[in-house]
């Protein structure tokens, strides 16, 4: 199996036709004549650089973002600042990374902000109440009261047969009038949790933050499942047309489930790393938060039909919408633009996407290809 | 065996009668405000009635144009925002000593300009009116805070805040109901009595169809979206009268509880299905739930428990009861022709 279908079909079937050949020779003709005939990676990438051509987007609005920024002021490439940026964008990055699982499927999960909230809180009333707790077990315990939350998404979603949409808009609701009902009006305060657990919000591998690495772990770990193993294909395929993933055999309800875990999973871990990096928790902690992780989703070039995009877009979308935000910040602009910029960033982006569309589409009708 | 099927044949026609989910709606919305108005302290008086009203006015008004957009397949996720940025604009240009007068006129249209926006991307782009109205939903609300900021416009003239909070003279109807009860009936009979609410089906039905029947179904749309925004910017000029207060963040949030009302009333929300009695016993039952658990020293936030759950029971239960019907159906089926 060549890897190339693989990549077509991350980012839209209709999207092989783009000229792999054309390039080819030029670069071939770079290289000594001693080298080896161009290999298929190597023929693969001017259309690869099409493909990725949103992701890419989003990497040059963030380096003209930063230029801009840093030329004005110094200040913002400070280590403090870098370091503020990141921290920010880890846990939505985390957030996002597993919205894009549930985007990819064509479906969406609007509770993550709930569920964020709800681990944050009951991660922050165990440690207060067993200091001794270890870190790693406060991860898997944020990790799997999300994880629950999301199962019961997938459920809803697969046995009630109805749309995502409504199913999390109601466990929205549902998931943070729990967590109210609970705290009662009552917030966690940093004093009141264990050093040892703030020291883990703060503390640093050779400079970078623990809960970046977390952050790139979950990225990668669920980058290479959904782009290398059948597990992931499989979601793409899903959202590509459900009626022929179902047909192809795949159980699409049980990954329907699946997915929705992840992302609960996935929210309930945020929770876990925004308890640990703010140390102040209440119920209203991750209040709208899915707003902008659908943001960050939407930016990143998933398509919220589902079937394409990538998690590291994704990613990539979260790490543009917090330094936007530190920039204004910097730049001395009314921080009120944030949301209306964020708006203006979510209509561009699927405008984009819609116009990378509809020339892939023409570029292949014009082709002779086999397209309807 | 005959008392059997006997019994069988009245489930099923008990469960076809519940899936007209319109009649079920009604029937629950009439028992909970019977119950309410007997166990509830203060629910039935003449007073509570009032705020009733204000409160569901919001919801009321916006669901109308909701439930044509949502029944068209497409759906408005903006309309909160575009309920804050009226009011927000009312508030600044109230500062800038305009005269109410003019200040109303341009916020109806604004609210128009910001729905037709919304059309333009879902129709002439052809965009996910999903991903769109999440867009604007934040482009909206964050123009809103620019134009205001965080602050709050007060003082508006009294003759029309007193007017949007006081009843109709001699009587203890709110004025505003009066509102509702037009806007209502104009939807109603657009929806269900007018080519063009029989467009509306067809499209949500299906669109290529309607096309071929003679819609247009990109025209169609454009034009609910306007309208949803109008009456959204109505909403927010009457949200800030009522309470006398322009700010950025007036409705946030409230674009949920309008699609949670409206489901509920029985609008699919792949579109094709629902009647606006449905939708407005919908917005009834939300809100004198809301208004009685409240009454009854009920957190305001626990409430998002009885939202949600309302809003995920609402849409299983057609789904559920289809399931019990077509299995006894299959039951009877096998009954009358044992193979």
Redesign the interface.
């Known amino acids: 199996m060549t890897p190339a279908p693989t990549r077509a079909d991350s980012t839209g079937a209709d999207s092989a036709g783009a000229d792999p050949v054309g390039a080819a020779p030029a670069r071939a003709g770079a290289v000594s004549p001693a080298a080896k005939p161009p290999t298929p990676a190597v023929r693969r990438s001017p259309l690869d650089l099409v493909l990725r051509a949103r992701e890419l987007g989003i990497v040059l609005a963030l380096a003209l973002l930063v230029a801009v920024t840093a030329t004005s002021n110094s200040r913002f490439l400070s280590g403090q600042s870098i370091r503020d940026i990141l921290l920010g964008t880890a846990i939505l990055a985390v957030l996002a990374v597993g919205q894009a699982v549930v985007v990819i499927t064509r479906n969406i999960d609007l509770s993550v902000g709930s569920v964020l909230g709800l681990s944050a809180f009951t991660v922050g009333t165990l440690l207060r109440d067993h200091p001794g707790l270890p870190v790693v077990l406060a991860l898997l315990i944020g990790a799997a009261v999300g994880g629950v939350c999301g199962a019961v998404n997938g459920v809803l979603v697969r046995y009630g047969n109805v749309p995502a949409l409504v199913v999390t808009l109601g466990t929205l609701y549902v998931v943070r009038g729990i967590t109210y009902f609970w705290a009662g009006g009552q917030q966690i305060n940093a004093d009141e949790l264990p050093s040892g657990f703030l020291d883990f919000g703060n503390a640093t591998l050779l400079g970078v933050p623990y809960l970046v690495l977390i952050a790139l772990l979950v990225l990668v770990v669920t980058g290479i499942v959904l782009r290398n193993y059948r597990v992931g294909r499989e979601l793409y395929a899903m959202g590509s047309s459900p009626q022929a993933a179902r047909l192809a055999g795949i159980s699409v309800g049980r990954r329907t489930i699946g997915a929705f875990g992840v992302s609960g999973a996935l929210a309930g871990l945020a929770g876990v790393l925004f308890a640990a990096r703010f140390g102040t928790i209440d119920a209203a902690a991750g209040t709208g938060m899915e707003l902008n992780v659908v943001a960050a989703v939407v930016v990143g070039g998933v398509a919220v039909f589902g079937g394409s995009g990538s998690v590291w877009g994704a990613a990539l979308g979260a790490l543009l919408l917090t330094t936007i935000g530190s920039s204004l910040a910097v730049l001395e602009i009314n921080q009120f633009w944030q949301q209306a910029i964020v708006g203006g960033l979510i209509l561009l982006a699927i405008g984009a996407d819609r116009l990378v569309a509809a020339r892939m589409a023409a570029s292949l009708k014009k082709r002779g290809s086999h397209v309807s | 065996m005959s008392a059997e099927t006997a019994v069988e044949s009245r489930t099923a026609g008990l469960t076809a009668r519940f899936a007209n989910w319109n009649v079920a709606i009604i029937a629950v919305t009439i028992i909970v405000l019977i119950v309410a108005a007997a166990t509830v302290e203060n629910f039935g008086t003449s007073q509570n009635f009032g705020f009733l009203v204000l409160d569901l006015l919001p919801i009321a008004l916006v669901a109308l144009p909701m439930t044509l957009v949502i029944v068209t397949g497409e759906?408005d996720l903006s309309v909160a925002s575009t309920l804050g940025l009226c009011s927000a604009v009312m508030g600044s240009l109230w500062n800038s000593n305009q005269p109410i007068e003019t200040i109303i006129p341009l916020c109806l249209l604004l609210g128009a300009v910001l729905g037709a926006v919304n059309g333009f991307?879902v129709t002439v782009?052809?965009?996910?009116s999903?991903?769109?109205t999440?867009?604007?939903?934040?482009?909206?609300?964050?123009?809103a805070?620019?134009v205001l900021?965080?602050s709050a416009v007060a003082d508006f003239p009294v003759q029309y805040t007193d007017w949007v909070t006081g009843n109709i003279a001699g009587t203890s109807i709110p004025n505003v109901l009066l509102i509702i009860v037009v806007l209502a009936i104009v939807f109603g009979v657009l929806l269900h009595a007018t080519p063009i609410g029989r467009a509306v089906f067809a499209v949500g039905a299906s669109e290529q169809a309607a096309r071929f029947a003679g819609v247009r179904p990109g025209r169609l749309k454009f034009w609910l979206y306007v309208v949803s925004g109008l009456v959204s910017g109505l909403a927010g000029i009457l949200w800030t009268l009522r309470y006398s207060s322009a700010r950025?963040d007036n409705g946030a949030g409230l674009e949920?509880a309008v699609?949670?009302a409206v489901?509920l009333g029985g609008v699919s929300?792949?579109g094709g299905k629902g009647a606006l009695p449905g939708v407005i016993a919908g917005v009834v039952l939300l809100a004198s739930l809301q208004n009685a658990l409240r009454l009854s020293d009920v957190?305001n936030?626990?409430?998002?428990?009885?939202?949600?759950?309302l809003?995920?029971v609402s849409?299983?239960a057609p789904?559920?009861a289809n399931a019990v019907r077509s299995s006894v159906q299959r039951r009877r089926h096998r009954t009358t022709n044992p193979l």
């Open positions: 759906i991307f782009l052809g965009l996910p999903l991903a769109v999440i867009g604007t939903l934040a482009l909206y609300r964050g123009l805070f620019v900021g965080d950025a949920l699609v949670a489901l929300i792949f957190s936030e626990a409430l998002n428990v009885v939202t949600g759950v809003l995920i849409v299983l789904n559920l």
